[in-house]
């Protein structure tokens, strides 16, 4: 089993930039975001329990689940959401697991936006923080999504602050530089994940 390091931060932190730095170090890459639509795909017991409970009009006319029709009725039904999530969120769970157990790199990387919301740190062993000045994270986000700044500081409320996520760090990337500055501290990190997935596998088990 590879060592797993957790990776998280808030909207436009930089987490996908600093996962495709990982990848291109040939590092497997677990994305909490593709399992969550993995889980829908059609044929999956996640979509045949939605269509189940809404009907066929959720699915779109290939037959694969209408996201947006999906996020407008959970957004005035608090109940439905609380009932998606209990379906959804044991699945993605296990598939993630499942993805951790079947990567081949020495180390690899648990992507997952809302770690410290959902306190998914516990699949991890170590968790790696990006963070960046709010300003900074603000202007990309705005720069990238092509949206208001009002709306990007509403998703920064609803997300975990910076200070919970700091707390819960092992590591931490400082993403207010440029690109090189990033990838020097992918590079640090790398080697020091490469190290400590020798010693776990030097350690002697029953
Ligand atoms: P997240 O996955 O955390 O939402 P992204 O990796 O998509 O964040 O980064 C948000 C935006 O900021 C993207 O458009 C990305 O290209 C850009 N970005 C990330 N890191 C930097 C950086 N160091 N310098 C300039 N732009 C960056």
């Known amino acids: 089993m590879s060592?797993?390091?957790?990776?998280?931060?808030?909207?436009g932190s930089g987490k996908t930039t600093v996962a495709n730095l990982f990848a291109a170090k040939h590092i497997d890459i677990i994305d909490a975001d593709i399992?969550?639509?993995?889980v829908v795909e059609p044929g999956?017991?996640?979509l045949q329990a939605?269509?189940?409970?809404l009907g066929s009009d959720i699915l779109l006319t290939d037959g694969s689940l209408n996201r947006s029709k999906l996020r407008e009725a959970i957004f005035s039904d608090s109940q439905l959401k609380e009932w998606l999530n209990q379906l959804l969120h044991p699945m993605i769970r296990e598939k993630m697991q499942q993805?951790?157990?079947a990567a081949q790199s020495p180390?690899?990387?648990l992507v997952v936006p809302l770690m410290v919301e959902n306190n998914l740190q516990a699949m991890t062993d170590r968790l790696l923080v990006v963070d960046v000045d709010e300003a900074i994270q603000v202007a990309r986000t705005q720069q990238r999504?092509?949206?208001p700044t009002a709306q990007v500081r509403r998703i920064l409320a609803s997300q975990a602050s910076r200070e919970q996520r700091l707390a819960a760090a092992d590591d931490i990337i400082c993403n207010n530089g440029n690109g090189d500055n990033l990838e020097q501290q992918v590079t640090k990190l790398h080697l020091e994940y490469l190290a400590l997935s020798r010693q776990q596998n030097n350690t002697p088990q029953c």
Do not use: F, H, P, Q
């Open 3 to 11: 060592l797993v390091i957790g990776l998280t931060g808030g909207i």
């Open 35 to 38: 399992v969550a639509r993995e």
């Open 44 to 46: 999956s017991t996640g």
């Open 50 to 53: 939605i269509v189940e409970k």
């Open 99 to 101: 993805d951790i157990a």
């Open 107 to 109: 180390y690899c990387l």
């Open 145 to 147: 999504d092509n949206v």
